[in-house]
């Protein structure tokens, strides 16, 4: 309807101009949100905050990294190996099938559609080929490139990030999907470090004893 396409259209727009401003004021005076809300604490609560805040940074800042670079190999390779089986469009469709690799699980799946589509009216030939490289490419990637970067990065179970997938895609769809991992991410370093002040503070009969 006229009235959802212009909704639609208003919302691409203004997140278009706000975004680009809110990152630059992020980066700009992202300093001093640690300093402004350690005001408001005493020194002991505003240590904890500052040591708090740093291991989400670090987490998110390892979990982005994590993902670029995967999605970076990806991309390289996939446009490689198009190249190499004399797909057309192969940087084109390596860019988009590390695009979309962003998206756990079902990025390989979305990815390698618009190169099924190119071969199938352009190239019928190369149709086997392109399933080829794209499950070439999934399989380093899933089983040595992810792990090393991300799992052991976060440390979160294969069979915890399917379940979160799962849950998130049925509830907020492809965001949600592409969310889910690095939110939980936080969530588990927050109550980690909670759990360790709390040992700390509380420490078991056994440890007081030895």
Not at 64 to 89: A, D, K, N, R
Not at 154 to 175: C, D, R, S, V, W
Not at 202 to 209: G, R
Request: a neutral charge.
């Amino acid at each position: 309807r006229v009235g959802d396409i212009i909704g639609m259209l208003t919302n691409v727009t203004v997140v278009t101009i706000t975004v680009p401003v809110m990152l630059f004021y992020m980066l700009k005076d992202g300093s001093k949100l640690i300093p402004s809300i350690q005001k408001w604490l005493s020194p002991h609560h505003a240590k904890e905050v500052n040591d708090l805040l740093g291991k989400m940074n670090s987490t998110l800042s390892s979990y982005i990294s994590g993902q670029m670079i995967e999605c970076l190999f990806v991309g390289v390779f996939t446009s490689i190996g198009y190249v190499i089986i004399g797909q057309p469009l192969a940087i084109v469709l390596g860019i988009v099938a590390g695009l979309t690799n962003i998206i756990p699980y079902i990025g390989p799946y979305i990815g390698i559609a618009p190169a099924l589509f190119v071969a199938l009216t352009m190239a019928p030939n190369k149709i086997i080929w392109v399933i080829v490289v794209v499950i070439i490419v999934q399989q380093v990637d899933g089983n040595i490139v992810y792990p090393n970067i991300i799992g052991k990065t976060l440390q979160i179970h294969p069979l915890t990030i399917i379940m979160l997938l799962l849950a998130a895609g049925h509830i907020a769809g492809i965001g949600g999907m592409i969310l889910c991992i690095p939110f939980y991410a936080v969530i588990k370093t927050v109550c980690e470090y909670f759990f360790d002040i709390y040992r700390i503070e509380h420490p078991i009969k056994e440890e007081t004893n030895d």
